[in-house]
């Protein structure tokens, strides 16, 4: 689902005006106050890094005075649909734009580049083209990597570039890289949707599948599955780990727990799983080089089968009151204004707590 833009001059069209622009995104976040402005000088040497690691799971940042810079520069925006589409694991040949489109439901505007006929979102801030040269090598030095420590990959490709195409008023997103929610979001986010429609392929009975904050959108992965039937959680498990090389830990639960609920997983492995039965550990396999423990391009692996066995206990039911007495409460209680408690689960994937700065 994707449409040329009108004329050589697509880019150039009003941002503000498309819900597909980044612009209309971080509008959006203005008029519901989740967007803070520092009109401030700020250095763009660790400074401004600074400041959105402070930010980290509260409002998106917008700098108005880089020292160096003649944009804008926004941060901790932490997603929109097109970019999760750009991070999403597809297959050999799928089109990234296409995928955005469907998240979109209406077919993403493209303009073709100036010195070439790759198609770019019409509605993007930046373009630049250039040339990637497998020839010629460069020292990357250490990279703040998803997990929160710094990796060295030693030589990358050297990218070099010949024209930039930009809107007048322009402004310059960075994501801040490292253990923050905008890094692992885009990953756990993603991952997890390509997991769900790859696993379901080969287990049918998949409901969700969670790759959260707990680890670092990368590395944990929980799936639940509807009345799986023997051997379907190890089966689970092998094409979760098949599917997605960083996956090191996967976690499978019943239907009626949230894989995003870290709590309500751990509540799970507390009182469903039985260690000498269901955890099953898989050493000697082939690792990312982003795997923060890799030794010899090699790691072990972890499953654990959390779902309820018919033969463990007689009576699997939550202990609660009856259904009419609890709606009975829930009414009382509203005419009170009455309000739950604090939440102890983990949101940190969708609703997380903002922090003040």
Request: glycine share 8%.
């Amino acid at each position: 689902m994707a449409t040329l833009a009108a004329g050589k001059d697509g880019m150039s069209r009003t941002a503000e005006i498309s819900r597909q622009s980044m612009r209309a995104f971080v509008g959006a976040l203005e008029q519901a106050g989740e967007l803070a402005s520092i009109a401030q000088p700020v250095a763009l040497d660790y400074e401004l890094a600074a400041c959105l690691a402070e930010a980290d799971g509260g409002p998106a940042l917008r700098f108005t005075a880089v020292r160096g810079h003649k944009m804008p520069v926004v941060g901790n925006l932490l997603n929109s649909r097109t970019r999760i589409a750009s991070c999403l694991y597809l297959g050999l040949g799928d089109d990234e734009l296409t995928i955005a489109g469907s998240l979109l439901g209406e077919p993403l505007e493209v303009a073709r580049c100036v010195q070439s006929d790759l198609l770019v979102p019409a509605h993007c801030e930046c373009v630049l083209e250039g040339t990637l040269d497998a020839a010629e090598s460069v020292e990357e030095g250490p990279v703040s990597e998803f997990h929160g420590m710094y990796e060295t990959y030693g030589v990358g490709m050297v990218a070099t570039f010949t024209h930039l195409t930009r809107r007048h008023d322009a402004f310059f997103q960075v994501i801040m890289p490292g253990y923050h929610r905008e890094h692992c979001l885009l990953g756990g986010v993603s991952i997890a949707a390509g997991l769900a429609r790859v696993v379901r392929i080969s287990v049918p009975t998949v409901r969700q599948v969670a790759v959260g904050m707990g680890g670092a959108g990368r590395l944990h992965a929980v799936v639940s599955l509807n009345e799986p039937r023997a051997g379907e959680a190890r089966k689970t498990m092998f094409a979760v780990w098949a599917a997605v090389n960083l996956i090191k830990q996967v976690v499978v639960v019943d239907d009626d727990v949230d894989p995003w609920d870290a709590v309500a997983v751990e509540w799970a492995i507390a009182t469903r799983s039985k260690p000498d039965r269901d955890f099953v550990i898989v050493p000697g396999v082939r690792a990312d080089r982003s795997e923060p423990l890799e030794q010899d391009g090699m790691i072990t692996k972890l499953g654990i089968d959390a779902t309820c066995r018919a033969s463990d206990r007689p009576d699997w039911r939550r202990a609660r009151p009856p259904e009419p007495a609890v709606k009975k409460a829930q009414e009382l209680l509203r005419t009170q204004r009455v309000r739950r408690g604090p939440d102890e689960s983990d949101h940190s994937l969708t609703d997380g707590e903002s922090n003040a700065i």
